[in-house]
């Protein structure tokens, strides 16, 4: 069954450093997007991406963050200047469709700022 | 925009006993419904989606939801529990061709 995948499951960085998040998803759909989930919270929107563009964003998203689909394949979330606040999981996910297809979820990615 | 509530946060409930999560939303438009399981250190898994039609659904590991337009409600039901069905349970709407809010979650916890 085709999944979407992340690497790394877990990245631990310094404040102020550059992370890069990947995701690799299902090969036959369009659109991408990614969530995060900070600690015992809620699961929340960042950002979705249709056409090799942004196509929503929430104020999560600030300059820190871009996304870009540098192949066929890959999906990435760049932050670049890290807070202890952007520690949380971040999860990948890509649909079909965005109309009444369902988002696949990726394992997600532990990132640690200290 | 669309809200989701789950009121509780955390349901122990004993093996082989029924239980239900519930959900409930606000929307001024017509929305689908979904919920996510996420088992621990694990991602999130669809259970199951209400797009439209009947408005009892079915899905997978033998758990249902009804959607309640007149209440805005989509609680999820399962008649029996076992050990296994331990996790956290995220209902989320979305519009039309927009993203998925979530919900805070509920914490299942199956009690042998």
């Known amino acids: 069954e085709p999944e979407v995948t992340q690497t790394p499951s877990h990245q631990v960085t310094q404040m102020g450093q550059e992370v890069i998040l990947r995701c690799v998803p299902i090969s036959n759909h369009l659109y991408f997007y990614w969530y995060r989930q900070i600690l015992g919270q809620k699961v929340e929107f960042l950002v979705s991406?249709?056409?090799?563009?942004?196509?929503?964003k929430s104020e999560i998203f600030d300059d820190q963050f871009s996304v870009e689909r540098p192949d066929g394949s890959n999906f990435t979330l760049k932050i670049r200047s890290t807070k202890l606040e952007d520690s949380a999981m971040y999860f990948c996910a890509s649909s079909r469709q965005t109309d009444r297809s369902e988002a696949f979820f990726g394992q997600g990615t532990r990132l640690t700022v200290v | 925009a669309q809200s989701v509530t789950q009121l509780d946060s955390q349901v122990p409930v004993f093996e082989e006993a029924p239980v239900e999560l519930r959900c409930n939303y606000s929307?001024?438009?017509?929305?689908?419904l979904f919920w996510y399981v996420q088992y621990p250190n694990q991602g999130l898994q669809l259970l199951l989606k209400?797009?439209?039609?009947?408005?009892l659904v079915k899905g997978i590991n033998g758990f249902e939801a009804e959607f309640n337009k007149s209440q805005t409600s989509f609680h999820l039901r399962k008649p029996s529990v076992h050990i296994s069905d331990t996790a956290e349970y995220f209902c989320?709407?979305?519009?039309?061709?927009?993203?998925?809010?979530f919900g805070t979650g509920t914490r299942l916890t199956i009690i042998p």
């Open positions: 209400y797009l439209s039609g009947s408005t």
């Open positions: 989320a709407v979305k519009r039309s061709r927009e993203k998925l809010t």
């Open positions: 991406f249709y056409n090799n563009e942004i196509s929503e």
């Open positions: 929307s001024s438009v017509s929305v689908y």
